[in-house]
């Protein structure tokens, strides 16, 4: 069972490029979700989509795009990278939102330098 | 006051100590509480929900006082495996930007010794 899968498990990007780290789930839900993790603190939403065609801003959104062209895929791209952006990227997927649990997906560690 | 607060840690313990974690969350009308592990370096995974009544599974019981907006984790009998950071997670109901979406708190780090 693949469940969430994130590509890549690891890049150093430097100051000022861009990048785009995918993310797919096999496992038909509607919700995904992009979370930032930093060392020391919890989980920033980013972005999320409750369905595909349909995006939304999360807590933390600036210097970060989505889209969902496909319920499978939800890919979170990063324009003119920043060392602000150096943590951890973890996307995640649910049926529901509220009462269900969410799967992650093996996460992104990113430097930018 | 933050969304979600819980306990600073890190929690030290010997194998087979009781440990409780705490947290405590801010909006009212959050209607979601979850208790998620996360392995040093590892994605996030669901330990449990959190139910009104109070739950159990095997060594782990969670309860939740909606009045005091509190929820706990115990955890009975502590083994080397439950070495792990535990993270309150509660439905953002009505947060602008979270919409919905689950709330996390920072964790709480346990460490079980021999």
């Known amino acids: 069972n693949a469940g969430v899968t994130q590509t890549p498990k690891f890049r150093i990007l430097k100051i000022g490029q861009s990048m785009t780290l995918q993310c797919t789930q096999d496992m038909n839900h509607n919700y995904m979700y992009w979370y930032r993790q930093d060392p020391g603190m919890g989980l920033k939403l980013i972005y999320y989509?409750?369905?595909?065609?349909?995006?939304d801003k999360g807590e933390v959104p600036n210097g970060y795009n989505v889209s969902r062209s496909t319920t499978e895929d939800f890919p979170l791209r990063l324009e003119l990278a920043a060392p602000s952006q150096t943590s951890v990227y973890f996307c995640?997927?649910?049926?529901?939102?509220?009462?269900?649990?969410?799967?992650f997906g093996q996460g992104t560690r990113l430097t930018v330098v | 006051r933050k969304e979600v607060e819980q306990d600073p840690g890190p929690f030290n313990v010997p194998e087979g100590a009781t440990v409780a974690f705490n947290c405590t969350y801010s909006n009212s009308a959050s209607q979601s509480f979850f208790w998620y592990r996360q392995d040093c370096r590892k994605e996030p995974k669901l330990l449990m929900s959190v139910y009104s009544s109070g739950n159990e599974d095997g060594r782990f019981t969670a309860q939740l006082n909606r009045a005091s907006q509190y929820i706990s984790l115990l955890i009975r009998d502590s083994k080397l495996s439950d070495s792990a950071t535990y993270l309150c997670?509660?439905?953002?109901?009505?947060?602008?930007?979270?919409?919905?979406?689950?709330?996390f708190g920072k964790g709480t780090k346990l460490s079980v010794k021999p």
């Open positions: 997670v509660v439905n953002g109901e009505n947060y602008g930007g979270s919409q919905g979406n689950l709330i």
């Open positions: 995640a997927s649910s049926y529901q939102t509220r009462t269900t649990e969410a799967f």
């Open positions: 989509s409750v369905g595909a065609g349909i995006t």
